[in-house]
């Protein structure tokens, strides 16, 4: 939660709205988050691709 925080609150709301992209694309298409969540942290929310699978 630390880490949310030191991002701002316009963080947060990137962060949900990520979650719920994954989410939707996940079970349309039928594949794990992960697949989808990876690029959508590194392309938007600017993570390095090391963090970004280790979130997911």
């Known amino acids: 939660m630390n880490a949310i925080r030191s991002r701002g609150p316009k963080a947060l709301l990137t962060f949900v709205a990520i979650g719920l992209a994954s989410g939707f694309m ?10 989808v969540i990876v690029p959508l942290l590194v392309g938007i929310a600017l993570f390095s691709q090391k963090l970004a699978s280790g979130t997911s």
């Open 26 to 35: 996940s079970g349309l298409f039928g594949v794990g988050g992960g697949t």
